[in-house]
């Protein structure tokens, strides 16, 4: 049995672990629609995300500084690997009561912070070495309700950039990511 936070990580996370695992060495100092990060440095970033909201399931604090090199042999498997990790974690139903003692938010406010960072940095990453990408619609709902509650403190930390426009027939997806401060029509 799982909790809402991990059936919306489970629609998320096979299609965020399709793209990690189809970027190829060559792709890895390309830009990415995420400001100075290369798909390098975002692919590191996601990887600490995966393993660092597992201990935040476990309601633990996390250390944001450690900055390692995780692309090194066998990464794109230990990625699904530790993405599966993180779908079990939040499983738990407990990982969903109370509040983070280390962020103060309630744990399924942090538990789409989760969700919302393998949607937003799984299609930055596909953007920038050119490979679709389309989130279960789920998970896309969940997301622009992530952004309803947590948007604005979100910018104001730096997580999200300004919220940019989108046109009346853009897709859901595309409304999500200008809401997150991305441009649903970046390409390199």
């Keep these: 049995m799982g909790t809402k936070t991990s059936d919306l990580l489970a629609a998320a996370a096979p299609r965020t672990v399709a793209v990690v695992r189809a970027i190829t060495d060559?792709?890895?100092?390309?830009?990415?629609?995420?400001?100075?990060?290369?798909?390098?440095?975002?692919?590191?970033?996601?990887?600490?995300?995966?393993?660092?909201?597992?201990?935040?399931?476990?309601?633990?604090?996390?250390?944001?500084?450690?900055?390692?090199?995780?692309?090194?042999?066998?990464?794109?498997?230990?990625?699904?690997?530790?993405?599966?990790?993180?779908?079990e974690a939040w499983a738990d139903p407990a990982a969903e009561e109370g509040a983070s003692p280390g962020m103060g938010l309630p744990q399924e406010t942090v538990g789409l912070m989760g969700v919302i960072d393998l949607v937003v940095h799984g299609w930055d990453l596909a953007r920038a070495t050119g490979q679709p990408y389309q989130p279960a619609p789920e998970v896309t709902a969940a997301g622009h309700r992530f952004l309803d509650e947590m948007g604005p403190m979100g910018r104001q930390m730096g997580a999200f950039g300004p919220e940019l426009a989108t046109g009346p027939d853009c897709t859901e997806l595309d409304r999500l990511l200008g809401r997150a401060g991305r441009d649903p029509a970046w390409s390199r």
Excluded at 35 to 64: C, G, I, K, M, S
């Design 26 to 87: 060559d792709q890895l100092d390309l830009p990415t629609p995420c400001p100075d990060y290369t798909v390098r440095d975002l692919a590191n970033h996601l990887y600490e995300v995966v393993v660092n909201f597992q201990t935040l399931a476990r309601r633990r604090e996390v250390d944001w500084s450690a900055k390692t090199d995780h692309l090194t042999e066998g990464w794109r498997d230990r990625f699904a690997d530790e993405t599966a990790r993180l779908v």
